[in-house]
Nanobody, 114 residues
Framework: QVQFVESGGGLVQPGGSLRLSCAASGFIFSSYGMNWYRQAPGKERELVAGISSTGGSTNYADSVKGRFTISRDNVKNTVYLQMNSLKPEDTAVYYC???????WGQGTQVTVSS
């Protein structure tokens, strides 16, 4: 079945960087766009970044534009989120998902704190 497994989260100081990975399975990965989302405590889940099936087109939430970069490897069936210049307000559980199908994975916790 369709599955998304996120990894790479952790505790980082403000201004630091993390690279998240998401391994996808159960569908033809190279045929579909992928999104990264996040959910902070007490808030609704929000879209952070998206990438087209080929990787040729990307889009970002205004809050992360210029700091985060989404990319993908269609050989490894993996989508990445490079996060630089992290801020405390980036603290959240991060999820990846194809927007039209599949269940949410367990996510990966990102905590930005000094």
């Amino acid at each position: 079945q369709v599955q998304f497994v996120e990894s790479g989260g952790g505790l980082v100081q403000p201004g630091g960087s993390l690279r998240l990975s998401c391994a996808a399975s159960g569908f033809i990965f190279s045929s579909y766009g992928m999104n990264w989302y996040r959910q902070a405590p007490g808030k609704e889940r929000e879209l952070v970044a998206g990438i087209s099936s080929t990787g040729g087109s990307t889009n970002y939430a205004d809050s992360v534009k210029g700091r985060f970069t989404i990319s993908r490897d269609n050989v490894k069936n993996t989508v990445y989120l490079q996060m630089n210049s992290l801020k405390p307000e980036d603290t959240a559980v991060y999820y990846c998902k194809q927007p039209l199908f599949g269940r949410w994975g367990q996510g990966t916790q990102v905590t930005v704190s000094s």
